[in-house]
């Protein structure tokens, strides 16, 4: 299994980004989908995931103005993010929980994405 995470770059303060997820390989299900962000000299935390009902949970930081979404279809996850802040740079790493067809559940991550949000 493979999460391939796309959509990082350099954006001013107020604008928007959306960053993608997809999920490849022997999947049975995905049970949820996320997002985690990690800034220089922090620890990694979490921005947002959502599971296969579609509930989302969301740090506070980022309520009102990030939207985490997906097409189960496509085993994909999106975070639409509006209004970035500066605060808002990181690298942000797709995660999900996945059952493959094994019937093994395992977490995965993805590579991250670089998210830059200028002044």
């Known amino acids: 299994v493979q999460l391939q995470a796309s959509g990082g770059g350099l954006v001013q303060a107020g604008g928007s980004l959306r960053l993608t997820c997809t999920a490849s390989?022997?999947?049975?299900?995905?049970?949820?989908m996320g997002w985690y962000r990690q800034a220089p000299g922090s620890q990694r935390e979490l921005v947002a995931v959502?599971?296969?009902?579609?509930?989302?949970n969301y740090s506070d930081s980022v309520k009102g103005r990030f939207t985490v979404s997906r097409d189960n279809a496509k085993n994909t996850a999106f975070l639409q993010m509006n209004n970035l802040k500066p605060e808002d740079t990181a690298i942000y790493y797709c995660?999900?929980?996945?059952?493959?067809?094994?019937?093994?559940?395992?977490?995965?991550w993805g590579q991250g994405t670089l998210v830059t949000v200028s002044s």
């Open positions: 959502i599971n296969s009902r579609g509930i989302t």
């Open positions: 995660n999900a929980d996945i059952m493959t067809i094994t019937r093994r559940f395992s977490n995965y």
């Open positions: 390989g022997n999947i049975f299900s995905i049970i949820r």
